[in-house]
């Protein structure tokens, strides 16, 4: 499977800073660059780290080659001795973090990266596309996960994204919680168990409904899922269980008042005898939708848009800021953007029973260690080189601990504080 | 430059109903596919087809390689004579649509996609993915087209996007009228202007601002952009001119009260002399930020965020459906989600000033044509043979007399009716 050459993914500015700090030498000072978010977006209570595999592999494929390179000489954005630094970029500096599937806050410093100011400074752009989109996607699956209390969701949003985004939003879904993806290529690169059977289309190609579901019975078995609301539903039922009998794995439902339709074909199907037979439902589901149909009779939620869009915040707001230089902390000192220099340590503080209580962030210090205080970084890379990275199922332990381990008025979908204090410690 | 194969961007149910349908003998039926919205995103007053040539180039390329076909084998997607018709896959019918830049309204036929039932069901997901993201872009971008009244937008979001996505709104972005991006792959792809020249961290990196901006002027001349808001804005601005002269080409400012800044800042350069130098601002500009400084001496805009993710509409609802087979019409008849049967021709018709009065739409028939409508589809592919495509400066051009062409109040930012009215007319 080829990807996107990340070099150019980069925007025009990294590159005339490579080539006016090579010329000034500036360029191989020691920098430290650090992303966080200055706040949550709108009303929620926690972010979800997401993306960091995706980006590491990226980075170690950050190369920019002859055809790059002439671009960027022939469009004047860098230099002769630029295009010469870049025709022998690699990446050998470090870079620490939090952990995939890590809950984060304003404030926390979710990735650094340390190496000489050229060789950090280019890995900006590419560095927030990554974070910024799947972060977004994963906390806004979180909270379907929290919302469909224990029941499968399936992540079916490709075609409300970037086609390439649709990709990495399948991966942030599962990192998330969700149980399966209709992406093929998330199924393949990631091994994302992939679910689907017949649209509509599927239907109204065949002469009737009972032939368009007896033709998917036949080539998928009876372990399918037949959907139900072409034309009348009540008879669509009835027509799914007629043609594959009682022991019909599933239905699915995509359209009307999902709460009255899932009690209605509840009942239904249990009058047929196919009690065993499970309701999907799907059609614009979000968090508050799929919320309020906790006490209905579904037993699986398909949700598309507003996964892949971030429901409602389809970026996080990371940024990626120079906040240290040859060992001296440097602040941005503009209004209403303000930074704190200084690399950063963080651990998040938690009760002898588990419950996180705090977040510890000390700048160019160590924190002073509790007892039940965690360490909130690891190291990706050290030296230009990529440890060992969690899986992506292990990552999906992570966060599914992480979320246990917070006060539960911090998963409230209801507009809220952050779900843990971030407190920034001067180093002692 | 290697971009993502397109096959596997596509949903695991479009390959189970090619597997049922081979195998029932419905897979060779004729159908017709259309690409429409029910509803334009909340608020909005128009949309704007984007990524239709990004698309055309997408299904040119679509076809299932050995490895692609034996994930869907081992995974169970397909069976084998499934897999045989996979591998033999390219896409022999026909595509027809609205020019790229083509405004479009509830229900218009923005894409019609004929063939085989087979050949047409598989491109459902990669359709909608890059129609859905490309258009809520372009839309969000011609509105701030609209809002900056003439002055120069920069595309700047890249960070804000999935890396793969950050490119597509770039192009949809310059597509909408905006004069640069700061995403170099887009510049080397599409040939879009590409623009940048510091961030802070370039401020930061240096002993002092000065210093800084002598390093840029001396790299990159005085027809550059001095960032001057990492410190204190008036003494930045005083830096720039004391460093690059009268004659500096522009200065940056990327927070706190624009408006107030902008004409503080004005007025300082004046006095300075530099009554030349341009000012660029940026920071979480959407249409409405743009609009409200309409008044204030702003050169250029930077726009991130909002344009990139479409400005509270990341995906603009556009669904493929299948509207006949074999000649017949056909309609899924579920409450709330009803489809018009039938391939469908449309024209708009304009007053003979220009001006756009309604959009007409015939289902199964041919419109009666008036001496000032417009014929709205054209062919993109023919018997899987694609036609020549506009280019992306003549996409941009029809998107701009499109936006001249409809009531002025169509325009408007605020929350109202389609533009023009959408009619659907039987055939005569």
């Known amino acids: 499977m080829s990807t996107l050459r990340p070099a150019l993914l980069t925007d025009h500015y990294e590159l005339t800073m490579v080539s006016a700090a090579l010329r000034d030498g500036t360029a191989d000072r020691?920098?430290?660059?650090?992303?966080?978010?200055?706040?949550?977006?709108?009303?929620?209570?926690?972010?979800?780290?997401?993306?960091t595999a995706r980006l590491i592999e990226l980075i170690r494929n950050f190369r920019f080659d002859e055809a790059e390179v002439d671009f960027l000489l022939r469009r004047g954005v860098v230099d002769e001795p630029a295009a010469?630094?870049?025709?022998?970029?690699?990446?050998?500096?470090?870079?620490?973090?939090?952990?995939?599937?890590e809950l984060?806050?304003?404030?926390?410093?979710?990735?650094?990266?340390?190496?000489?100011?050229?060789?950090?400074?280019?890995?900006?752009?590419?560095?927030?596309?990554?974070?910024?989109?799947?972060?977004?996607?994963?906390?806004?699956?979180?909270?379907?996960?929290?919302?469909?209390?224990?029941?499968t969701l399936i992540e079916m949003g490709s075609r409300r994204a970037h086609e390439g985004a649709a990709v990495a939003a399948a991966r942030?879904?599962?990192?998330?919680?969700?149980?399966?993806?209709?992406?093929?290529?998330?199924?393949r690169r990631y091994g994302i168990p992939t679910a689907g059977t017949a649209a509509?289309?599927?239907?109204?190609?065949?002469?009737?409904?009972?032939?368009?579901?007896?033709?998917?019975?036949?080539?998928?078995?009876?372990?399918?899922?037949?959907?139900v609301d072409t034309y009348d539903i009540s008879q669509g039922i009835r027509n799914a269980i007629a043609v594959a009998g009682t022991d019909l794995r599933a239905v699915r439902i995509d359209?009307?008042?999902?709460?009255?339709i899932a009690q209605q074909s509840r009942e239904l199907l249990d009058s047929l005898g196919a009690t065993e037979t499970k309701i999907i439902v799907s059609g614009d589901l979000d968090e508050y939708a799929i919320a309020a149909l906790a006490a209905e009779p579904v037993d699986m939620y398909g949700a598309g848009t507003a996964v892949v869009t971030g429901s409602g915040a389809p970026t996080?707001?990371?940024?990626?800021?120079?906040?240290e230089v040859d060992g001296r902390p440097v602040v941005k000192r503009s209004e209403h953007k303000a930074t704190i220099g200084g690399r950063k340590i963080a651990v998040r503080r938690h009760k002898p029973t588990g419950t996180a209580t705090e977040e510890i962030i000390v700048p160019q210090g160590v924190p002073d260690r509790q007892p039940n205080d965690r360490l909130l970084q690891r190291s990706y890379v050290v030296g230009g080189e990529a440890a060992e990275?969690?899986?992506?199922?292990?990552?999906?332990?992570?966060?599914?601990?992480?979320?246990?381990?917070?006060?539960?008025?911090?998963?409230?979908?209801?507009a809220g504080d952050p779900a843990i204090p971030v407190t920034v410690v001067p180093a002692a």
């Open 30 to 51: 020691r920098c430290v660059f650090e992303v966080f978010s200055r706040r949550l977006p709108s009303g929620r209570r926690y972010g979800v780290v997401a993306g």
């Open 84 to 101: 010469a630094w870049l025709r022998d970029y690699r990446f050998t500096g470090d870079i620490d973090g939090y952990a995939e599937g």
């Open 104 to 151: 984060f806050f304003p404030n926390s410093p979710v990735l650094t990266v340390s190496g000489t100011f050229a060789e950090c400074v280019v890995l900006e752009t590419l560095v927030l596309s990554v974070l910024n989109h799947d972060s977004a996607v994963a906390a806004a699956a979180a909270r379907m996960v929290t919302a469909a209390r224990g029941r």
């Open 172 to 187: 942030a879904a599962y990192l998330a919680g969700f149980g399966f993806t209709s992406n093929l290529e998330a199924g």
């Open 200 to 227: 509509h289309a599927f239907t109204l190609l065949h002469d009737d409904e009972r032939t368009a579901f007896a033709s998917q019975v036949a080539t998928l078995g009876k372990d399918t899922t037949l959907l």
């Open 255 to 260: 359209s009307g008042d999902l709460a009255v």
């Open 316 to 323: 996080v707001g990371l940024v990626y800021k120079l906040v």
């Open 389 to 414: 990275l969690p899986t992506l199922e292990e990552s999906r332990e992570h966060l599914r601990q992480c979320l246990i381990s917070i006060p539960w008025e911090g998963l409230k979908l209801s």
